[in-house]
Nanobody, 123 residues
Framework: VQLQASGGGLVQAGGSLRLSCAAS????????MGWFRQAPGKEREFVAA????????YYGDSVKGRFTISRENAKNTVYLQMNSLRPEDTAVYYC?????????????????WGQGTQVTVSS
C-alpha cells in the first residue's frame, strides 16, 4: 500500500484545514487508518484513527472535539477535518495504514506510512 497525504498549509489560529490521504491498491478497506503528527523536537503523537469500515473512530486527547476522521473506501481515501486550529497543532501530519488493528494509538502497529504534510498554525 502506498499512501499520499495532502492538504496541509498555513492557517491562522481558529481556522480549519482538511487533510486527505489517498491509498493505492485494491485492499484499502482491509486496513484501519490513522493520522499521527510530529512537531520539531517532539515525539510522534497519535491524532486519530478509523476502523476498516469506518464505524469506529478514535482520537487523541488534544484533538477531541476539534478534529474528525472519516474515510471513503470507494475512493481509497481517508480524511482529517481539523477545526479550531491552534498554534500547538503545528506539525508534520502523517497518515498510516494498519493491517491488524488492535491498539490504534500505537504507531508501531502501523504497517505503511505516507510522506507527511506540513500544517502550520499562526497565532
Amino acid at each position: 500500500v502506498q499512501l499520499q497525504a495532502s492538504g496541509g498549509g498555513l492557517v491562522q489560529a481558529g481556522g480549519s484545514l482538511r487533510l486527505s490521504c489517498a491509498a493505492s491498491g485494491r485492499t484499502f478497506s482491509s486496513y484501519a487508518m490513522g493520522w499521527f503528527r510530529q512537531a520539531p523536537g517532539k515525539e510522534r503523537e497519535f491524532v486519530a484513527a478509523i476502523s476498516r469500515g469506518g464505524v469506529g473512530t478514535y482520537y487523541g486527547d488534544s484533538v477531541k472535539g476539534r478534529f474528525t476522521i472519516s474515510r471513503e473506501n470507494a475512493k481509497n481515501t481517508v480524511y482529517l477535518q481539523m477545526n479550531s486550529l491552534r498554534p500547538e497543532d503545528t506539525a508534520v501530519y502523517y497518515c498510516a495504514a494498519d493491517a491488524r488493528p488492535s491498539r490504534y494509538s500505537d504507531s508501531h502497529e502501523y504497517d505503511y506510512w505516507g510522506q507527511g504534510t506540513q500544517v502550520t498554525v499562526s497565532s
